[in-house]
């Protein structure tokens, strides 16, 4: 059974939805005695057991790491009212000014428990959780293979439900942190707490393990996070820019070299909230309805992929941490040297 004790390095590489997890990255970190993650998110089980198999066969015999499996868990959710569809694409479409855009026609979600056949199959030793907790069905499949479960807080409240549901450690995501914000129900009022205080919060309240994310990005932090009492620390955006990162070429350029840019939270891309760098696209969505979430993400989707292949960085999401201008253009072992000196 996965235990933080058997590391090299107290530290998980943050599973990152959408491409930055490749197979280098996962296995390079497992390698290393760490934590090697994949953000599954929205993929469907061909891909899951074809990344984890990839991962699997350059991971070296053994290794002190591990392989961290993470998944979205979605809510239901009802299409919105004619009207409230038209206003969403014809505000896209003015704001980019293209008309070739899919218009939602049912909320899409994966299903999670498709989802999981490949990871029953392939056995990773962790499984982690964002936006809230998996029916107990899953936990107790994953307790009876010797699978760790991870579930990110954003609040003691969650962190609460995550203990008595009998996960293995608890993720705690502060407000710093790049990408979607784990928090269970978006629509619900935010505590906005930062990691370290979260994680004080929540050494108060729990004795299971604890993982700081959000804004971590050197050695001083992380050796703060564990003077706090965290188990770990997990770190995405930091690894963004590393030469194994799949990021797209422009993510990878403005983390590098837009550190002028500040990052913000925004609901624009997906309908659930986000921090990710500030750009033509997030400025313009302020104030603006959005459809929610994921049905905002499915008509986001061919903007975000043309984006992509004409390497513009103003209508993608840059998802970044606050402290974003801490990244460095370099190998994963060197990122791992500078991070444990
Ligand atoms: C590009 C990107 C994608 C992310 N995707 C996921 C994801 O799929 N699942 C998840 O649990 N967390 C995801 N996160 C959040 C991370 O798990 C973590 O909370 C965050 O990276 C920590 O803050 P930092 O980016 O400042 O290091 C993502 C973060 C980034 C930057």
């Known amino acids: 059974m996965f235990s ?3 590391l090299d390095y107290p530290l998980i590489q943050a599973p990152m939805a959408g491409g930055p997890n490749t197979a280098e990255m996962v296995s390079t970190v497992v390698n290393s005695g760490a934590v090697g993650s ?11 057991k074809r990344d984890l198999n990839a991962a699997n066969r350059l991971v070296e015999a053994n290794n002190s790491g591990a392989i961290n499996a993470n998944f979205f868990v979605f809510n239901e959710v009802e299409m919105p009212a004619a009207g409230q569809i038209d206003n969403a694409v014809s505000c896209l479409c003015e704001l980019t000014g293209d008309t070739d855009i899919d218009i939602p026609q049912s909320p899409y979600y994966p299903d999670l428990n498709q989802q999981l056949e490949p990871v029953w ?22 307790r009876a293979l010797d699978i760790a479960v991870g579930i990110t807080a954003t609040s003691v409240t969650e962190a609460r439900q995550i203990e008595q549901a009998g996960a293995s450690f608890i993720v705690a995501q502060g407000i710093e942190a790049g990408g979607h914000r784990g928090i269970f129900n978006a629509e619900a009022s935010d505590d906005l707490l930062p990691a370290f205080s979260l994680l004080k919060s929540l050494s108060d309240i729990t004795s299971l393990p604890l993982v700081a994310a959000g804004g971590i990005m050197t050695s001083t932090q992380i050796r703060e996070a564990l003077a706090l009492g965290a188990s ?13 990162s799949g990021a797209s070429p422009a ?34 969505m302020t104030d603006k309805a959005v459809l929610p979430f994921p049905i905002q993400n499915s008509l986001t989707g061919k903007m975000r992929t043309r984006a992509v292949s004409r390497n513009d960085g103003e209508f993608q999401s840059l998802w970044a941490g606050q402290n974003f201008a801490g990244c460095r253009d370099e190998t994963i072992a060197e990122l791992l040297a500078r991070l444990f000196d």
């Open 232 to 244: 770990a620390v997990q770190l995405g955006t930091v690894f963004l820019t590393t030469s194994e």
């Open 251 to 284: 993510h990878k350029d403005y983390l590098l070299n837009k550190t002028e840019r500040h990052t913000e939270i925004t609901h624009g891309f997906s309908g659930r909230p986000a921090r990710g760098i500030s750009n033509r696209f997030i400025k313009a």
């Open 4 to 6: 933080f004790e058997k």
């Open 38 to 48: 994949y953000g599954f998110a929205y993929a469907k089980a061909d891909t899951i």
């Open 121 to 142: 199959a392939c056995r990773p030793d962790i499984l982690s959780f964002h936006f809230g907790i998996p029916d107990t069905a899953i936990l107790e499949k994953a």
